[in-house]
Nanobody, 125 residues
Framework: QLQLVESGGGLVQPGGSLRLSCAASGFTLHYYAIAWFRQAPGKEREGVSCLSASGTTTNYADPVKGRFTVSRDNAKNTVYLQMNSLKPEDTAVYYC??????????????????WGKGTLVTVSS
């Protein structure tokens, strides 16, 4: 079965850090660009960060630039989202997604092939 499974969410105080993981099973994540999305209560889903299959191209949404870092460990078939200096407005369900693109060096937030079910991040004191 082809799936992505997120983990690492939880409750954290403002200014704290979390690292989200997204493990793939049933397919080799190495060949896919990946993206992290989030959806806050009452808001539309938004792209947060993406990473090319090559691992050399990244893109971050303006609200998280300088605070979030996306990475991948191909040996573990897993991608990560390191989130630092968390703010209450980062509270959301975070999803990872994967897309096989013709370019090894591209990533985007459209037309994803596989989605995880999400992990909840709550930033509150």
């Amino acid at each position: 079965q082809l799936q992505l499974v997120e983990s690492g969410g939880g409750l954290v105080q403002p200014g704290g850090s979390l690292r989200l993981s997204c493990a793939a099973s049933g397919f080799t994540l190495h060949y896919y660009a990946i993206a992290w999305f989030r959806q806050a209560p009452g808001k539309e889903r938004e792209g947060v960060s993406c990473l090319s299959a090559s691992g050399t191209t990244t893109n971050y949404a303006d609200p998280v630039k300088g605070r979030f870092t996306v990475s991948r460990d191909n040996a573990k078939n897993t991608v990560y989202l390191q989130m630092n200096s968390l703010k209450p407005e980062d509270t959301a369900v975070y999803y990872c997604a994967a897309e096989r693109l013709s370019s090894w060096y591209q990533c985007r937030f459209d037309d994803m092939d596989y989605w995880g079910k999400g992990t909840l991040v709550t930033v509150s004191s």
